[in-house]
């Protein structure tokens, strides 16, 4: 089974919908982030969370929100979908103390925002 | 304000050629320098990172060749072949910081038989 899993995989939403992407993770780590990645953008951050109650916003937070319900899960949220959403997300996780910085993604999810 | 400039932003290379990307950073606190390659589908994965204490490291036919004086590091790929075909984002962070990775833009590869 897979370590980092995304779900869904694939969603078509309307504007104004609100939706929620879920991720989960087997590897224990207390690290989660959330990215969006555009064509010719690469990869940037939206919220991440070092444990439970830490949660930072990232570089592009405006129009997302984040829960963190345990360890191991992390969701991001759209209040009120806009087309200029429509991205490839990507949820990754990191352990360690410092050591060790590698982050592992899930296979992503691609949202479509009609 | 982007805090890593990578280039180009594609590249096609002959197999058994060498691939070269370059990035560029600004913030001088950045201590640890990722590469990551990401295949059609799926997820970003870390493929070699280097400490600025040393000035390259080798794993197989990756190499990163880092200049720290300059700002500047690279990854080399020898004797590419048709399956290193993806794309391929430079990174940096801060352990003194948040451990947030700041991204280049991304290189896709491409490596013709």
């Known amino acids: 089974d897979a370590d980092v899993t995304q779900t869904p995989r694939n969603r078509i939403t309307k504007t104004g919908k609100r939706i929620m992407l879920e991720c989960s993770q087997t590897?224990?780590?207390?690290?989660m982030y959330w990215y969006r990645q555009d064509p010719g953008l690469g990869l940037r951050l939206i919220y991440y969370s070092f444990d439970v109650k830490d949660i930072n916003k990232g570089e592009i937070s405006d129009g997302y929100s984040v829960s963190r319900q345990a360890q191991a899960k992390f969701s991001l949220s759209l209040e009120s979908a806009i087309p200029n959403q429509t991205a490839l997300y990507f949820c990754a996780t990191s352990g360690g103390r410092g050591v060790n910085n590698e982050q592992f993604f899930g296979p992503g999810t691609r949202l479509t925002v009609l | 304000q982007q805090q890593v400039k990578q280039s180009p932003q594609s590249l096609i290379v002959q197999k058994g050629g060498i691939s070269i990307i370059n990035c560029a950073y600004e913030?001088?606190?950045?201590?640890?320098f990722p590469w990551y390659q990401q295949f059609p589908g799926k997820g970003p994965a870390l493929l070699i990172a280097i400490r600025p204490d040393v000035s390259e490291k080798k794993e197989g036919r990756f190499t990163i060749s880092f200049n720290k004086s300059a700002k500047q590091f690279s990854l080399h790929i020898m004797d590419s072949q048709p399956g290193d075909s993806a794309t391929y984002f430079c990174a940096a962070n801060t352990r003194a910081g948040s451990y947030q990775l700041t991204f280049g833009k991304g290189t896709k590869l491409s490596v013709i038989p």
């Open positions: 590897k224990g780590h207390d690290r």
């Open positions: 913030n001088t606190a950045f201590d640890y």
